[in-house]
């Protein structure tokens, strides 16, 4: 049995805290926050998990295994790095840290301790990026060309980080899930309308040796919500609507064909358009998934997928895009 230790409970403390007391082999011990509001919510849902309001106490308790942190970004390295220290494991929110020197401080950290890190990169649980991660795999859509994501809403605003630091470490960790080339430059353009300096509209660009190209729009003006990803490939194209109540991911059988004539003006194009068809997808909770397998890892000494190397790869295209931001679009070499 794994002792659990939760480390606020505001916004997604709650679907965390929900999701480990359901496991068989895991028990949540204790949940912190400083907020009485939400240690009376915890104490009425469940009663037998103690509420504190220092986190001293979950990681200095010897009944707990890991610890679980869903704070602002800007408390995870010190929380981390003190479970560690305490030698629990960690299960950390999105993104892992604020920098990835940090990241890299914790990872160093956790393998000298031989303690697990995961980083809770949610969507790579679910079934429609389990799906597309196999069909990239199994090469149904050939050769990779382009990557085109969007993620945008009204709302909600954050008051510590800006729209990419937000919305952005979704889609680049499921790219960075999904493909097995590596990026080499990113740039970035935003704009903050209200005086606060943080960005509430951004476009990023993702380069890659191959010549393949990412770009992502994140945005939180949008009059409506829109949560869609497409990849475009040699043999098929894929479309995933994550809004989408049925038909979540659709493929393409349509694509282009070149074949040169002599001289430029004799370039032949070709189109391919076939069938269209709709993959059953996994039902599961994706956070149930996610926490199963935290638990899986720590029971059985198994380094997750979604490791601190994971979040760290993340880190470094969110600076990347700081830096970008700051040089008005100009180009960052990872």
């Known amino acids: 049995m794994i002792g659990v230790g939760v480390v606020g409970y505001g916004y997604w403390g709650p ?18 926050d400083r907020n009485p509001a939400a240690l009376k919510r915890l104490a009425k849902t469940y009663p037998g998990i103690e509420g504190v309001t220092s986190a001293d106490e979950i990681m200095k308790s010897t ?23 305490h030698g629990k494991h960690i299960f950390v929110e999105k993104p892992f840290t604020v920098t990835s020197a940090q990241s890299e401080r914790l990872i160093e950290l956790a393998e000298k301790k031989n303690l697990k890190i995961m980083v809770d990169h949610t969507f790579l649980f679910t079934g429609s990026v389990r799906k597309m991660k196999q069909l990239i795999d199994d090469g149904v859509l050939g050769q990779l060309y382009y990557y085109d994501s969007t993620r945008v809403n009204l709302g909600l605003f954050q008051h510590d980080v800006n729209v990419i630091w937000d919305l952005a470490p979704h889609d680049l960790s499921i790219m960075d899930f999904l493909l097995k080339d590596k990026p080499v430059a990113v740039t970035a353009n935003g704009r903050a309308h209200f005086g606060n300096g943080l960005q509430d509209i ?35 194209m894929l ?52 926490t199963e397998y935290f638990v899986h890892c720590v029971s059985n000494n198994e380094t997750p997928f979604n490791d601190g190397r994971a979040g760290l790869r993340v880190v470094r295209m969110l600076e990347a895009c700081t830096e970008s931001l700051a040089k008005d679009g100009g180009m960052v070499t990872l």
């Not at 679907?15 to 011990?29: D, G, P, Q, S």
């Not at 909770?285 to 996610?290: G, W």
Request: charged share 25%.
């Open 239 to 290: 479309a995933w609507n994550d809004l989408e109540a049925d038909e979540k991911i659709r493929i393409y059988d349509k694509g282009i064909e070149v074949k040169s004539g002599e001289g430029i003006y004799n370039l032949l194009v070709s189109y391919r358009s076939g069938d269209m068809w709709v993959p059953r997808l996994e039902q599961t909770e994706a956070l149930k998934t996610e």
């Open 63 to 85: 009944e707990i295994d890991a610890v679980v942190i869903a704070t602002p970004v800007s408390a995870h390295f010190e929380l981390a790095k003190e479970a560690l220290q």
């Open 202 to 236: 951004a476009y990023i660009t993702v380069y890659f040796a191959n010549d393949m190209l990412a770009h992502f729009n994140v945005n939180w003006l949008s009059p409506v919500k829109v949560r869609t990803t497409l990849i475009g490939g040699e043999k098929k």
């Open 15 to 32: 679907n965390l805290v929900r999701n480990f007391h359901a496991l068989e082999n895991a028990k949540v011990v204790k949940v912190c």
